[in-house]
């Protein structure tokens, strides 16, 4: 019974390890702070990159192929909303760095409502 209970000891000694090791090769999660910050630093960043025309002349190109429509709603119950139309297949494409969908490759549609509530 003692070599049984030895043998178990280091299974889970060694099983204790290789979850050790694996924790440790995560690193952990960002805190919600963290994220916001990030957020931000990035929108300052492109606010910054759009403020030189041929940049902003670019993304204009790009997102007038992305995004097919935008309604302003400005007297909602709980503020002004926005509707934004867009292929999400684009989205997703052009984010993965594959023009595929802007080339008039595969794609597909799917209406997203996004909002308060």
Not at 57 to 72: F, K
């Amino acid at each position: 019974m003692i070599d049984e209970r030895e043998a178990e000891k280091a299974r889970l000694i060694l099983r204790n390890a290789t979850v050790d090791r694996e924790v440790a090769s995560h690193p952990p999660l960002p805190t919600p702070s963290v994220l916001q910050a990030q957020f931000r630093a990035r929108i300052a960043a492109l606010r910054s990159t759009l403020e030189d025309p041929a940049v902003r002349g670019q993304a204009a190109s790009i997102m007038s192929r992305l995004i097919e429509s935008v309604t302003i709603y400005p007297d909602e119950p709980e503020g002004p909303a926005a509707e934004v139309v867009a292929n999400i297949a684009s989205l997703v494409a052009y984010a993965l760095n594959d023009n595929a969908a802007l080339e008039g490759g595969v794609s597909s549609f799917i209406a997203v409502v996004a909002g308060a509530g």
